[in-house]
C-alpha cells in the first residue's frame, strides 16, 4: 500500500490537536522484588484492589494483594524490561478493556487488544473488567430458548436465554464443538457470541477461528484468546474480560452468548497467581476464593428486565430485556467430577451437560449422557414443538438405559421389552448429530415426531441416520411452507400433528435412504 | 524494603511514645539519626552480622563511636537493637520515627524538582498551595534538575504532581503512537 503523505500528517495534526497535556498528580511506588510475573511494590498508599498500574514502558499491570507496607500487583504481559527500583504510577482506574459491537468479528487478546492482524479496532467505550452482577429487583425469569441447534441437547438439557449450563466431560469428548455448534447456530438469530479461550493451544483458537469463519458465524462473533504463551494473569483477566463485552449487549436488551473455553485452566493461572503472591493454598492447593472467581462472573450471566435495560442505556431502549446466556466449559480427568473444580461450577450452574468417553468412543456423538445431564430452568425456555415431542426422548432414553443390559438376550424377552429395547436403539441413533451442521426447529421436530409417533420402528437401526438426511432434505424441498411455519411459531398442534404425519409417511413411501 | 519497614515499626512506635514522655521529640529525631548514619558507614558493614564480633562489642563499639551523647535511655535502644538483631533497620525505624513526629506536629516534607531555580514568590505560592490541598506545615525543599526541561515535580510521600515538560513529552509521545 501506497503511503499518502498528506493523511498522515493530517492524522498527526488531529492527534496533536486532540492531545491534552494534562498536570497528572498520582501516588508512586517503586518496584522492590520482581519474579515470575510478580511485583512488590513499596509505596503507593491510596492504591485500590485490582487497580491498573502503570510500569514503565508501557506496560500495566494490576494491583491484587494490599499488604500493609507492600502491594502485591500481577504484570499483565511481557515483564523482562521491568528492574528492581522502578518506578509504578497508580492510574486511579480499575482494569478496563474496550467494549462495543466493532469488536465482533476480531479476535482480541484479554485486555482487548487485536491479535488478528485486522488493524485497530476503534471502539468507543469502554468498562471495567470486574463488575457486580445485577440484583434480584433486575432480573427476569428465563422464558426464551437459546436454541443449540443439537437434538440432544434442545431436546432433553434445553438452554434458555440468560441460563448458565455447564459443559463438562474428560479430554476429547467434544465439549468445545458443542459449544461451537451453539455459536454457529446463532447465525441470523441477532444473537451475539463470544468465545473465550483459556490456556488452549493457539493453533486450537485459530482453528476455531477458521471454522466460524467458514460457516459464517465469525461475523457475530467475538474471540478473546488468553494462550497458553500468555501470561497466568492475562489466562485469570480473561473471562472477565469476555463477560465486560457480553454484558454490553445484554445491557442494550440484547441476546448475547458466552463459552468459557475452559475455566478449568483458569483456576489453574489462578492458583498459580495466589501462589505466587503467597496466598495461603488450601484444597488442591487452590486458594480460598476459588469458589468466588467463579460464582462471581457466572453470575454476571443473566436474564435482565425492562427497567434493567432502560436504566444502563439512561432510557435510551425501552422495553426490551436482555440476557447474557452463559455455557462456562470443565475439563475433568479421568471422569472425576468430584474433584475441587468441577463441584463448584456444577452447584454455580444452573445444570450441565455431561459428556462422556465412552459413549464418544461409542460413535454416539455428541456424547451426551442423557442421565447426568440437566438443566434447571431450561424447560421453562423451550418451544412449543421441541416440549411436546422431545419429551419423549429421556423417557425412551432411560428406559432403554435399564434394558440395554439384555439386548443380547432380544429372542427370549417379551414383546414389550424388545419394543421398548428397540426404540431406545433407534432414539440413540436419532440423537447423533454431525458437527457443524445445526439443525433448524423444523428439521428436529420432524426428527423427533418420527421417533415419537413410532414411524421409526419400521427403519433398520444401522440406516437411522440416512433415513434421517433423507427426511430432512425431502421436508426442506417439498413441505417449504410447513417448514417455515414451524421455524418461525415453533408452534404445534393437531393440525400440524397431521401434516407433519402426511409429510413424514409420503415420504417414506416415495424415498429411498 | 518492604519487610524491613514492618519490622521497623514497632520499633519506631516505642521509641515515639517514649520521646512524646519525655517531651524530646528533637532530641530522639537527632539520636537516631546519629545511629543511622554510624551503621550506614561502609567500615560498620564488617563489623554488623560477623560472629566474630560478639553482640556487646558491637553494641560498645556503636555507642563509643556516637560518643557520650546517649543518655541511659538511648545506650538502651542500641543495646536492644543489637541484642535482637536489628540494628540493620535503623534507617528505617528512624524514617518513620520522623513520619510519626511529622504527623504529630502537623507538618509534612515536600519536594519540589524543577528545571530552573525556583524564585521565593515561586517557592511561597507551591508552600500555599500545598498547605491547602495537604492541611498540613508544608516543607518546601528544593531541588534542581534540568533534564526536566521545564515546569516542576512536586513529591510529598507517595504524592508526586508532574508539571514537567518532560513528562508532557512523554505523554505526547503515547497519544501520537497508540
Redesign the interface.
Known amino acids: 500500500m501506497q503511503l499518502n503523505p498528506a493523511e498522515i500528517s493530517d492524522l498527526i495534526k488531529s492527534r496533536i490537536k486532540s492531545f491534552e497535556a494534562v498536570t497528572e498528580a498520582r501516588t508512586e511506588g517503586t518496584v522492590v522484588s520482581l519474579m515470575d510475573g510478580i511485583a512488590r511494590i513499596h509505596g503507593m498508599s491510596d492504591v485500590m484492589s485490582g487497580e491498573m498500574l502503570e510500569f514503565p514502558g508501557n506496560t500495566f499491570g494490576m494491583a491484587l494483594n494490599l499488604e500493609r507496607d507492600s502491594v502485591g500487583a500481577v504484570i499483565l504481559g511481557p515483564y523482562q524490561h521491568i528492574a528492581e527500583g522502578d518506578t509504578v504510577k497508580c492510574t486511579g482506574r480499575i482494569l478496563e478493556v474496550p467494549t462495543g459491537p466493532e469488536l465482533l468479528g476480531r479476535v482480541v487478546d484479554a485486555l482487548g487488544n487485536p491479535i488478528d492482524g485486522k488493524g485497530p479496532i476503534n471502539t468507543k467505550c469502554t468498562s471495567p473488567i470486574e463488575k457486580v452482577a445485577p440484583g434480584v429487583l433486575w432480573r427476569k425469569s428465563v422464558d426464551q430458548p437459546m436454541q443449540t441447534g443439537l437434538k440432544a441437547i434442545d431436546a432433553m438439557v434445553p438452554v434458555g436465554r440468560g441460563q448458565r449450563e455447564l459443559i463438562i466431560g474428560d479430554r476429547q469428548t467434544g465439549k468445545t464443538a458443542v459449544a461451537i455448534d451453539a455459536i454457529i447456530n446463532q447465525k441470523g438469530t441477532g444473537v451475539k457470541c463470544i468465545y473465550v479461550a483459556i490456556g488452549q493451544k493457539a493453533s486450537s483458537v485459530a482453528n476455531v477461528v477458521r471454522k466460524l469463519e467458514e460457516h459464517g458465524a465469525l461475523a457475530h462473533t467475538i474471540i478473546v484468546a488468553a494462550t497458553a504463551s500468555d501470561s497466568a494473569a492475562l489466562q485469570f483477566i480473561a473471562p472477565y474480560a469476555g463477560c465486560t463485552m457480553g454484558e454490553y449487549f445484554r445491557d442494550l436488551g440484547e441476546d448475547a452468548l458466552i463459552v468459557y473455553d475452559d475455566l478449568t485452566k483458569q483456576a489453574w493461572a489462578y492458583r498459580q497467581v495466589a501462589l505466587l503472591l503467597r496466598r495461603p493454598p488450601g484444597r488442591e492447593a487452590y486458594p480460598g476464593d476459588v469458589f468466588y472467581i467463579h460464582s462471581r462472573l457466572l453470575e454476571r450471566a443473566a436474564r435482565v428486565n425492562v427497567d434493567y435495560v432502560e436504566k444502563a442505556t439512561n432510557g435510551a431502549v425501552k422495553g426490551k430485556t436482555g440476557s447474557l446466556t452463559a455455557l462456562p466449559i470443565i475439563e475433568t480427568q479421568g471422569g472425576d467430577v468430584s474433584a475441587f473444580v468441577p463441584t463448584n461450577v456444577i452447584s454455580i450452574t444452573d445444570g450441565q451437560i455431561f459428556l462422556e468417553t465412552d459413549l464418544f468412543n461409542a460413535g454416539i456423538r455428541p456424547a451426551i449422557n442423557a442421565g447426568l445431564s440437566v438443566s434447571r430452568v431450561g424447560g421453562a425456555a423451550q418451544t412449543k414443538i421441541i416440549k411436546k415431542l422431545g419429551g419423549s426422548v429421556r423417557l425412551d432414553l432411560a428406559q432403554y438405559r435399564e434394558l440395554a443390559a439384555f439386548a443380547q438376550f432380544a429372542s427370549d424377552l417379551d414383546e414389550v421389552t424388545r419394543k421398548q429395547i428397540e426404540r431406545g436403539q433407534r432414539v440413540t441413533e436419532l440423537m447423533k448429530q454431525k458437527q457443524y451442521s445445526p439443525l433448524s426447529t423444523a428439521e428436529m421436530g420432524f426428527s423427533l415426531f418420527a421417533a415419537n409417533q413410532g414411524l421409526l420402528d419400521d427403519v433398520d437401526v444401522k440406516k437411522i441416520v440416512d433415513f434421517e438426511a433423507a427426511l430432512h432434505s425431502y421436508i426442506n424441498a417439498n413441505c417449504v411452507e410447513l417448514v417455515k411455519r414451524l421455524n418461525d411459531t415453533a408452534d404445534y398442534n393437531d393440525e400440524i400433528a397431521g401434516q407433519m404425519r402426511s409429510a413424514v409417511e409420503k415420504f417414506k413411501s416415495t424415498s429411498t435412504w | ?3 524491613n ?2 519490622i521497623a ?1 514497632p520499633y519506631a512506635e516505642a521509641v515515639f511514645k517514649l520521646a512524646q514522655e519525655q517531651g524530646d521529640l528533637k532530641g530522639w529525631s537527632d539520636k537516631l539519626q546519629l545511629v543511622s548514619t554510624v551503621i550506614a558507614a561502609p567500615e560498620m558493614a564488617a563489623f554488623i552480622g560477623n560472629p566474630k564480633v560478639s553482640k556487646e562489642q558491637l553494641a560498645q563499639l556503636i555507642l563509643d563511636i556516637c560518643g557520650n551523647q546517649f543518655d541511659a535511655t538511648g545506650k538502651n535502644l542500641v543495646t536492644l537493637l543489637v541484642e535482637n538483631g536489628r540494628i540493620g533497620v535503623v534507617a528505617e525505624i528512624f524514617a518513620l520515627y520522623e513520619l510519626c513526629r511529622a504527623e504529630a506536629e502537623g507538618s509534612v516534607e515536600a519536594e519540589a524538582i524543577s528545571a530552573m531555580p525556583l524564585t521565593d514568590d515561586q517557592q511561597k505560592a507551591i508552600t500555599a498551595a500545598l498547605t491547602r490541598r495537604l492541611g498540613r506545615n508544608v516543607e518546601l525543599v528544593c531541588k534542581v534538575d534540568e533534564s526536566l526541561l521545564g515546569g516542576a515535580i512536586i513529591r510529598t ?7 514537567s515538560a518532560a ?2 513529552l512523554t ?2 509521545a ?3 503512537l ?1
Open positions: 524494603m518492604a519487610e519497614t514492618t515499626r510521600g507517595d504524592l508526586v504532581i508532574d508539571g513528562s508532557r505523554q505526547l503515547k497519544a501520537m497508540p
